[in-house]
């Protein structure tokens, strides 16, 4: 199956990005995923990852943890 991030901006998609290589023998799949969007106050965002193999999966926690970083930008 997929795997696929998606950010948010008050409730609308901003932008997606998927794997769609089928991810084989237990290995991690990664998701380069970047973008610089504006915001204001009372914004906000979510960050969403989904799968569709049908099978319960975990996010990795070893070297290439699941990570985010935000900077605020003036």
């Not at 915001?39 to 979510?46: E, L, M, P, R």
Request: net charge positive.
């Amino acid at each position: 199956g997929i795997r696929q991030v998606i950010i948010r901006k008050n409730g609308s998609t901003l932008r997606e990005a998927a794997s769609l290589l089928p991810a084989t023998g237990g290995n991690e799949t990664v998701v380069p995923f970047n973008c610089i969007v504006s915001g204001t106050v009372g914004d906000y965002f979510t960050i969403s990852a989904v799968q569709s193999s049908g099978g319960a999966l975990n996010t990795f926690t070893g070297t290439l943890s699941t990570a985010m970083e935000v900077a605020f930008v003036r």
